[in-house]
């Protein structure tokens, strides 16, 4: 039995139904769930056979899910020794002509975050914190556009077309080690809505308090009616109805648990994690380490569409919601994204919901660098501008978004960013495929939240309330590929070996110096470098993979 009918009867045997004939074949990959025939079996020249997981499973994960070796996909034949030692002369002879070829796995260099495309105050927030705080403005950056996706809510959504428009919701990951100033900054962003949040309660408790005593004062009434044989719906005060609290946030809780209180509050809530871990362990908590059905829900909120959820408990068993809006923000380490964030969850579309960012580690430094409270609270005074935005209504009556539409110079923007991003979307597979597919949309996403910013910070050059400008549109499109880029590093980050850690760590401090080091200067700095000649090696390593080149120190 040759490599090709060894491969696919294996395939046979594990039920992932090969279809095809000759030399190339289709079959559903056993290295992941797969619902889709994301295997490919070539049969090459010279009678191996070529799998490829469109998936992103690499070749021995589906040979050990087979119970293969990949030395069993070539063929047990003799090799004429002189005649390939020939061609890989041939090869070495071309290879040394190419120039510093890059690296697939290589993680890109860190670009900052274009505060500047965020309206001022935000804009200057944003700065001011990260200096303070010492971390990158991005850390702030993403939870607050999260923030302000989730203060708008389901009010407002943007039209791109007659059957086309988007919502206000945004979900956001600051992807860091511990002790990178992650938490400190995403609760300095989130400071005017655990603000509103804790007054909201607050309010609730005082309203409570005097719902129980106008509850009595009723309850007395109707019993003293009853006495005068009058009937209870007679007495002289109505029957009080328990306050609601005006909840904008939620931090642990199940779809089930959700539910109720986005039944309660259309406009939509904020869920804020400084683990997101938790968020991502709490689709398999009440469904046997399944987790299918949060997950189509949490899909659903992504686009504020509808859903309904069966409760086992509670007043009502069966609760639907007919615009659930829900943004995300959180903290979550790398290798805990990795792990939480597994094929399961890739495959249904979650991760690339999620903008990331995650930037080389800075080491701390004292500064005497605060927060001028002045800045605080305009950017606490936009953000309770964008809670006073309110509802529409329908021809019946009931309430519904206001819609805006693009001018006509940001129809053009939109229209050229859709172009060009969908030929980059055509080169590519795997986990980039999707988050490149969310991201389209996103740019258009990232306008709205950006132009409500600007009148909610009461800016002048804003051309009309009812619709979303060039500029906004602009700064949609800058937030956009910025993202793109910041997604191609952090899938390579999630994916990298302890080795390959390792050497990026090296690259981005040595980039954080000036980018420019001697080995002496290396080996001064990095501590687990222990010689000369261990550092030469590490550095090295650098450059075979891509990272860098020697450079003559007279020149």
Known sequence: MDPTEQAISRLK???KNPIGNGKQWTAQCPAHEDRKASLSIDEGDNGGVV?????????????QAM?????????ANTVDVDSLRGEMEELADIAEEIPNQTH?????EFQPFPTDALPSPVRDFVKAGAKAIVCDESYIALP?????????GNTTRLELKNSWSVPAIIWSAIVGESGTAKTPAFRLAKTPVLDREKHAKEQCKEDLRRYEQNLELYEKSVSESKGKKEKPNKCSLKKPLPPRWDRCLVSDTTVEGLAPILQAHPRGVLLERDELGGWLASFDRYTNGKGGGDIAHWLS???GESIIVDRKTGSELTINIPNASVSIT????????????????????????????????KPKRWTEEGIDPALLMQYAKVVDRLYSLDFTTDKKGKPCPVILKLTVAAKEAWKDYYNSHNDELAELTGDLAAAWSKLEEYAARLALVIECLRWAANDSTLASPDQVTADSMAAGIKLAQWFKREARRVYVVLEETHVKKKQRQLAEWIRGKGGSMTVRDVQNGRRELKNADETEAAINSLVSNGYGHWEDSAS
Do not use: Q
């Open 51 to 63: 799998m490829n997981c469109h998936a992103g499973c690499d070749s021995k994960a589906v040979c």
């Open 301 to 303: 909120m992504y686009n």
């Open 13 to 15: 045997e594990l039920g």
């Open 144 to 152: 607050i556009l999260s923030v302000a996706a989730a203060a708008i």
């Open 104 to 108: 697939t796995d290589i993680v890109e």
């Open 67 to 75: 119970g293969m070796e990949e030395s069993d996909l070539t063929p």
């Open 330 to 361: 959180g903290c979550i380490p790398p290798k805990t994204l990795h792990e939480a964030l597994g094929t399961k969850y890739r495959e249904a579309g979650l991760a690339a919901r999620i903008l990331l960012t995650c930037p080389p580690r």
